[in-house]
């Protein structure tokens, strides 16, 4: 139980997704929703490239302040220095709110604003929205994915293995650790058992056996019955597919009832200042490990693009928004910085002059092999899976507590 490992190997992952296939949901559609145009920096004369881009805010379920902010710091700093193609940036944000109502007007407004490229999206009703896009040829870049269509519709354009990928390595990081059982709690959301469901099947080709899995629904307020259930199936470990509200008040529960099984959650559930509450007396969160797709903040020294979004974010912060502040940094923020910066790279490398939906597409499909730091060398089009073949990233990397700081753990590739 003490075997420290930095990345699931790539391989490993990509073995399993070839047996796995996506799991079909279904989600209402149609409401209200808040939406915001922001633009900032220089850029350059010609009209204004609108870049989309869908996320919940202030909501009970769900709240990634960190991906409006992360798109926005990067939308300052691509201006800053001339834009897409001597063009402004202009970033249209709307407010799903976690209702999927809200969602399809979200995206429906995206279509009739007429923006060149989404990214960064963070939906629990992708399954809403995705169609809505892919009708109107919109592409997606950046998204983190929660819904199987973005692991197939050909306008998504992942950086790396969305949701997906870390459920997947959780069952082989535990047996990588010796750990024979792992129960998981998840989100009572389709995005959850969806998650669940990938994450299940992997446990089955590894030889990890799930004694448990407990539905957490989004208003559940007392975690200790789900840790004492954990507890009393003699699990050795268990997953947390779960909200950050969610997962912040299972490690509560956990700490406070002094469990002992090892906790596997997922870097995206936590923020930075939620990891240094929870840091507990020995400063390791109680010892649990967390998955992710992308590095953590801390390892500057290995991705130097790591420094960049601290200085983007550190100028949006200057210029007002307090959800830059490191404190509510959260990976997905990174994920959705990242795609901006992938549409400004790949764009200004096109032989198109217009920047339209269905250039960036274009160019998006003649990509080979860019080099984008946090990421290996990115083609879009590449495969690593036929189950879930808009995936071409499969790196997962283990990020563990140390003085209430989330670090890489020891490489293993």
């Given at each position: ?56 805010t ?9 991906v409006?902010?992360?798109?926005r ?13 001597g063009r ?5 944000y709307c ?11 979200c995206a ?10 989404m ?11 995705l169609?809505?896009?892919k ?14 269509q ?5 306008n ?19 047996k ?7 129960g ?18 992997t ?6 056996t799930i004694?448990?899995k ?5 208003t ?9 259930n ?6 050795q ?24 099984f090892?906790v596997?959650t ?39 693009q ?39 790279d ?7 002059n217009?920047?339209t ?10 990509t ?16 690593v ?9 499969a790196a997962?990397?283990?990020?563990k ?8 753990d020891?490489?293993?590739?």
């Amino acid at each position: 139980m003490t075997k420290k490992i930095t990345r699931i190997r790539a391989a490993r992952i990509r073995k399993a997704m070839a047996s796995l296939s996506a799991v079909a949901i279904g989600v209402a559609a149609c409401s209200s929703s808040g939406s915001k145009s922001t633009g900032s920096g220089s850029g350059s004369s010609g009209q204004a490239i609108k870049i989309g881009l869908i996320a919940p805010t202030n909501t009970p379920t769900l709240n990634i302040p960190a991906v409006p902010s992360s798109v926005r710091a990067a939308v300052r700093a691509i201006n800053a220095s001339g834009g897409i193609k001597g063009r402004k940036v202009n970033l249209i944000y709307c407010n799903d709110k976690s209702d999927p109502n809200a969602a399809v007007q979200c995206a429906n407004q995206m279509v009739s604003s007429k923006v060149a490229a989404m990214v960064g999206d963070f939906s629990l009703f992708s399954t809403a929205v995705l169609p809505v896009l892919k009708k109107a040829g919109i592409p997606e870049i950046g998204a983190t994915a929660l819904a199987p269509q973005q692991y197939s519709f050909a306008n998504s354009f992942l950086l790396d293995s969305g949701a997906f990928g870390p459920v997947m390595a959780a069952p082989i990081l535990a047996k990588e650790l010796g750990v024979k059982t792992m129960g998981i709690t998840y989100v009572n959301l389709p995005s959850g058992t969806a998650e669940l469901d990938q994450s299940v099947a992997t446990a089955k080709r590894t030889g990890v056996t799930i004694p448990v899995k407990i539905p957490v629904e989004v208003t559940e307020t007392n975690y200790d019955p789900i840790i004492t259930n954990l507890r009393n199936s003699g699990t050795q470990s268990a997953l947390t597919i779960l909200t950050e509200r969610q997962t912040v008040a299972f490690l509560k529960s956990y700490q406070a009832l002094g469990a002992k099984f090892k906790v596997i959650t997922l870097t995206e559930a936590i923020t930075s200042q939620e990891i240094e509450t929870l840091k507990g007396s020995d400063g390791t969160m109680g010892g649990a490990l967390l998955l992710g797709t992308l590095p953590p903040f801390s390892a500057t020294t290995q991705f130097k693009q790591l420094v960049q979004y601290r200085t983007d974010m550190a100028a949006e912060a200057k210029a007002g928004d307090a959800t830059a502040e490191p404190a509510a940094w959260q990976p997905q923020g990174l994920a959705a910085w990242l795609g901006m910066y992938a549409v400004a790279d790949v764009m200004n490398k096109a032989r198109a002059n217009d920047v339209t939906a269905a250039t960036v597409t274009s160019a998006l499909d003649a990509t080979k092999n860019l080099d984008l730091g946090l990421i290996p060398p990115w083609t879009p089009s590449k495969s690593v899976s036929a189950q879930l073949p808009r995936i071409s990233n499969a790196a997962v990397y283990v990020v563990k507590v140390v003085n209430g700081v989330s670090v890489l753990d020891r490489s293993k590739n």
